[in-house]
């Protein structure tokens, strides 16, 4: 089955920094277009960072220069590294991407989501 697996979330205060990672269930399925949600308590999920195929990124206006994409096409792992941490940082972060293996793809698959907590 073709899951995404995250991991890194936590409990960090303002400030701080956390790593977020994303990998394929499985190392012989690549990911393509990968994009990092997140949803507060009583909020809409919101985009905060999307990485193209090729490695191009955006991300939204409430992290930029804080948060950072990078991608180990080797491990089929996406990173989101978060510093500075806020506590409207808080949330339940969520991965999504589309995969491929040889012909066949595998697309809008998303990750069980990781709690993010901000807080002193």
């Known amino acids: 089955q073709v899951q995404l697996v995250e991991s890194g979330g936590g409990l960090v205060q303002p400030g701080g920094s956390l790593r977020l990672s994303c990998a394929a269930s499985?190392?012989?399925?690549?990911?393509?277009?990968v994009d990092w949600y997140r949803q507060a308590p009583g909020k809409q999920r919101e985009l905060v960072a999307t990485?193209?195929?090729?490695?191009?990124?955006n991300y939204a206006d409430s992290v930029k220069g804080r948060f950072t994409m990078s991608r180990d096409n080797a491990k089929s792992t996406v990173y989101l590294q978060m510093n500075s941490l806020k506590p409207e940082d808080t949330a339940v972060y969520y991965c999504?991407?589309?995969?491929?293996?040889?012909?066949?793809?595998?697309?809008?698959?998303w990750g069980q989501g990781t709690q993010v907590s901000v807080s002193s």
């Open positions: 990485m193209s195929s090729g490695g191009s990124t």
């Open positions: 999504h991407a589309d995969l491929t293996f040889g012909t066949s793809s595998f697309n809008d698959r």
């Open positions: 499985r190392s012989i399925f690549r990911l393509n277009a």
